[in-house]
């Protein structure tokens, strides 16, 4: 199965003096089992290109299609495409309500039809899967810290099992220790399930350890298109759009600039250290 957008624009305010073009004739697949980042500033269109994929926004015009099928299919059940399309929003408050934490990511199987025992059954392995501990349970959502709630956000998503997760800056407000286990959280979650992931972010650094293809949206089009490597190799236009390669791809490349053997498409510490340390062997001594 892929979730798929064909020549998709969305105006906002159409037919208004506010109409805004959020989205220009965006087409693209993401296929079943993919780890994607969506990545662009702010205003550039990703979440509004999400809310087309969940269907909480219908496109102005173009299609987007779920396994085949044109969401905007009055045969289209948008419960149902809720459930296997699963939207994590920015900030966590905006889908927390219920009294406790079992009950609000119950929330989501018991509207699916789903009895009370099933429900339960699914929240708790969600929740476990999440790291969120029995002891919480009964706590209110509102109650827990910033990475918990979206812990637990996450978790009555998860508890829908849905075959595609998009997650709207999941780790938008949190400390460099939040934001390293919510990530790798998202990773562990692709791992076990294989399911689609789809990340969105404005930052380079977060999305290039853990994505396979990076989507860069600029001005509500597709700006580039692969993976990690081929996107930040052009270093040069994303900057021209406001957007930094992570900080060791822009190392690597001030190295080759400086005559050093080294790779410049490296994305992560680890090969960045890989081809410094070869760079380095290879210099002759001054």
Sequence with gaps: ??????????????GSAMAHEALRDVTLE??????????????????TLVQLLNGLLVPTSGRVLYDGRDIADAAVRKRELRAKVGLVFQYPEHQLFEAD??????????????????ARRRAGAALELVGIDETVYEQSPFDLSGGQKRRVAIAGVIAMEPRVLILDEP???????????????????????????ILVSHSMEDVARFV?????????????????????????????????????????RMLKEQGWDVRTDVTT?????ETILSGLAHRSPA
């Excluded at 199965?1 to 159409?14: F, N, Q, R």
């Excluded at 199987?109 to 009370?116: E, I, S, T, V």
């Excluded at 780790?171 to 992931?197: C, F, K, N, Y």
């Design 269 to 273: 510490v680890e090969e960045a250290l």
């Design 1 to 14: 199965m892929s979730i798929a957008l064909e020549h998709a624009s969305y105006i906002y305010d159409k």
């Design 171 to 197: 780790t938008a407000g949190l400390d460099p220790q939040g934001r390293e286990e919510i990530l790798s959280l998202i990773r562990s979650l692709h791992q076990a399930s294989g399911m689609t992931v």
């Design 101 to 118: 934490v079992l009950s609000d990511v119950m929330f989501g199987p018991r509207n699916l039809g789903l009895d009370k025992e099933e």
């Design 30 to 47: 993401i296929a079943d089992g993919t780890f994607a980042g969506l990545i662009g500033h702010t205003g550039s269109g990703k979440s």
């Design 212 to 252: 396979e293809r990076i989507i860069v949206m600029n001005h509500g089009s597709v700006f580039a298109d692969g993976t990690p490597a081929e996107v930040f190799s052009r270093a040069t236009e994303l900057k021209e759009i406001g957007l930094a390669p992570p900080a060791v791809t822009e190392i690597c």
